[in-house]
């Protein structure tokens, strides 16, 4: 009789378990998004090639050589531009995605992979990478969401790793916020000057407060105060105010100017 009953146990758990699986397994993928896949919303010479993306700090470096290698790798990343022609950059209508592993149920734990090829409005297939692409799975049902993994081929092509962790519906959003030409611009003008913050040194003078223009670079022939931060090799500088000397800095305000780098056909770009 206690065989008997253990192996009743026994095929009662292997159905409990055999129930879980399917019932686990039953995930039902809504790719209505992709149909709206436009939702998505210069001549170009590459930058030199990088061979390994890797980087590892080491005490025998110094902070000059570990900070130009961590820029030469970012720099490699994003395509290098002379001139700029709308029609050739990304187009987020002419795109296209597809799904590699595409089957009518998944697992909890699955990775879903999506393959995204960039086209600009020539209809060309693109032949550099560079994009920033936003990529999520969402259930507004459940109010769930998770970001996808994007891996770029700098050729044109992305794959889209998203890991399901849930059951029932979910559904892809792709959102192209920068074509690599906006990138490159944006990374072309983060590196041409330090106009775009405005910095003023407060300094005090006996017992009262006095003002002064204060930045990485200031264009002036006037004397300056010099700071400097020996540990990361930074150099900052001030007007020198009269009859002030360069100790009584007590604080630093900073605040954004209307300054720009891009010219008025840059800007299509982020319209």
Partial sequence: MFKSTRKGYMIMLCCTVIIMVVFICIIRINFSQ????????VKSLLAPACGHIGYIITESKTIDQQIAEIMTLMNCTIPQKDTMYFNETTSAIDSKAIILNYKPNYCLGDTLIVQVEMFNYLGKRKTYGGDFLQARIFSPKLGAGASGRIKDFNNGTYHIYFTLFWKGSVQISIILMHPSEGVSLLWKGRNMGYNYISFTGKFLNKNQEVHTKCGFYLNSQQEKCKYLDRKYREVFYCIKLPAVPCEAFISLNSQNTR?????????TLFS
């Fill in 34 to 41: 992709l149909s709206n896949f436009h939702v998505l919303n």
């Fill in 259 to 267: 300054y720009t780098y891009l010219t008025n056909a840059n800007k």
